[in-house]
């Protein structure tokens, strides 16, 4: 049995993933800890564990063999770091830390302790991407040339978004921050570390944070990636283009299609199964030795592209790695 405590109840993603936990007969929620007791408490309740107002006292239970954080994001490095010292096993929501530098020091804690560390990158699990990855390690489309991410909703616009979204302190950012997190990662899957971010990052609804955002990223081969996203953007269904030197792949759009042409006619490849969601695959890590795919590592790269990102929005520059 594994036991798990809850750290943060701020999250919009918290309540999935406890339920998940709770739902799982090999795992067992025995605390929760929150930097608002109010809401802490509430969680708490609802998933039957004690809540616990101290960290480190949480930390310091024997029945806590790991910890699930779904915090503000600007409390992600101390609760990281002294979980990674108390030698519990982490699984957290993206992004890992807003600053690179608070990351490598969350990667040196982690290294350190011998946890079995997890980031939540779903769409890393998902079939379509499973397959995209697979065909561009075959060089199916030659090399890569230049690839498109367009992740987007219309939270803001549309005035459905929790008011914690736009709380630049918490989150770090906004839509890039957030939904844009999800292209970054794959980016960095799939190409690897870009040489230099350059972004464009504006304000349509919201005064805050940015809710209309894009970054393009140069690698040491001549290709060009770019990140899109936004919370001011209404049916705009996820969209994937790459094109290489053999041939071109889309994927997404208004019919979800995953399809690509190297020499003949359109195709459309076959795909395997989904993996499970990384918390299951995190959970499993831990109870049977598992490899954990979405590690510490790929955490930092995320936290280093984004704040690359940001940097070159805030300075109007292009931002070399």
Not at 137 to 158: C, F, P, Q, W
Request: aromatic share 10%; proline share 4%; with cysteine.
């Amino acid at each position: 049995m594994l036991n798990i405590a809850l750290v943060g109840a701020w999250h919009v993603h918290f309540h999935g993933y406890a339920k998940n936990v709770a739902g799982r007969i090999d795992c067992k929620i025995t605390a929760l800890w929150d930097d608002d007791p109010a809401r802490g408490s509430a969680a708490a309740e609802e998933f039957a564990c004690e809540f616990v107002g101290d960290y480190g006292a949480l930390l310091a239970r024997p029945d806590v063999d790991a910890i699930l954080v779904s915090s503000a994001t600007n409390l992600h490095p101390e609760l990281i770091i002294k979980a990674a010292k108390a030698k519990k096993h982490i699984f957290t929501e993206k992004v890992l830390a807003v600053k690179y530098a608070d990351a490598l020091e969350m990667k040196k804690a982690v290294d350190g302790s011998g946890v079995k560390f997890c980031i939540s990158f779903p769409w890393r699990c998902r079939a379509d991407f499973l397959c995209i990855k697979d065909m561009l390690e075959k060089k199916v489309l030659g090399d890569v040339t230049y690839i498109r991410m367009r992740n987007a909703h219309n939270g803001a616009s549309g005035n459905w978004l929790p008011e914690t979204f736009y709380d630049k302190e918490a989150c770090g950012g906004g839509a890039m921050m957030d939904l844009g997190a999800h292209p970054m990662y794959l980016l960095n899957w799939l190409m690897g570390r870009p040489k230099s971010v350059m972004s464009a990052f504006t304000n349509v609804t919201v005064e805050s944070v940015e809710d209309n955002a894009v970054s393009v990223l140069e690698y040491a081969n001549g290709a060009i990636g770019v990140s899109e996203t936004a919370f001011v953007a209404e049916n705009n269904p996820f969209s994937l283009e790459i094109v290489g030197t053999k041939g071109s792949l889309f994927a997404g759009g208004p019919m979800s299609i995953l399809t690509y042409k190297t020499d003949g006619d359109w195709e459309t490849p076959e795909l395997d199964e989904t993996l499970p969601s990384p918390l299951d695959i995190w959970i499993d890590g831990i109870l049977d030795g598992s490899e954990i795919p979405f590690d510490i590592d790929d955490a930092v790269a995320l936290t280093e592209i984004m704040d690359a990102a940001y940097r070159s929005h805030e300075g109007g520059c292009k931002v070399m790695l």
